[in-house]
């Protein structure tokens, strides 16, 4: 079955500190793969995907991902942590079929 | 640009009582979604349409119901509302002639069911 898995559900940063969030898919082929963000009382925003091409993939908020087809990982990473990158992160894929496959989320918390 | 707009934002609700939530977007997006949210659950899909006058069934369909008669407009309904369907609920849609794949979400409607 497709899957999509956030292994951490919580993690904690300082501000300042670099950041890594995991994602493992599951799908017959490569999907297309997303990183959405949450912020408190918000819908869900796009910050970066990635169809072909270019393992690296750069999105907005100074966030990018790295496509590792080996690993069936698409992790997202930022450098430095700033206080308001703290909010609920969302992997996702999506096969062949009109229908994304969401991750159960990562909680991002940032200590001043 | 509104978007995807979702209404009502808030909802309580007694068991046993009905509503819609509605979903208009003005992107003139041929696919749309309802998804619910609970903690640690991430995004579960209800139901989903691929064009005016047709729906589908999600993950988790039972005990709602969708229509799709203006392609703007997706209403999800809840005939005889549970506790279990507290929720937030996320409407969200998606161009398919120029599919860059990222699906535009809503702000979301939370309902409690009491």
């Known amino acids: 079955a497709q899957s999509v898995t956030q292994p951490d559900i919580h993690i904690t940063v300082s501000e300042g500190a670099s950041l890594e969030l995991r994602c493992n898919y599951s799908y017959g082929a490569t999907p297309y793969l997303f990183w959405y963000v949450q912020s408190p009382g918000q819908g869900l925003q796009l910050l970066l995907k990635y169809f072909s091409g270019d393992t690296l993939v750069q999105g907005i908020k100074g966030f990018e991902a790295e496509f590792k087809r080996s690993q069936s990982s698409f992790n997202l990473r930022k450098p430095s942590v700033h206080w308001s990158d703290a909010a609920e992160y969302f992997c996702a894929a999506r096969g062949g079929s009109y229908i994304p496959t969401f991750g159960r989320g990562t909680s991002l918390i940032v200590h001043p | 640009n509104a978007g995807v707009t979702q209404t009502p934002k808030f909802r309580v609700l007694k068991t046993g009582q009905s509503m819609t939530l509605l979903c208009a977007q003005d992107?003139?997006?041929?696919?749309m979604y309802w998804y619910r949210q609970d903690p640690g659950m991430g995004l579960r899909l209800i139901h989903y349409?691929?064009?005016?006058?047709?729906?589908a069934k999600g993950e988790v369909p039972d005990g709602y119901n969708v229509s799709r008669l203006k392609k703007q407009n997706f209403l999800l309904g809840l005939e005889s509302a549970a506790p279990s369907q507290t929720s937030v609920y996320f409407c969200?849609?998606?161009?398919?002639?120029?599919?860059?794949?990222?699906?535009?979400f809503g702000e979301g409607s939370r309902l409690t069911v009491l």
């Open positions: 969200a849609s998606r161009n398919q002639e120029r599919d860059t794949g990222e699906l535009f």
């Open positions: 349409s691929v064009g005016e006058g047709t729906t």
């Open positions: 992107m003139n997006h041929e696919y």
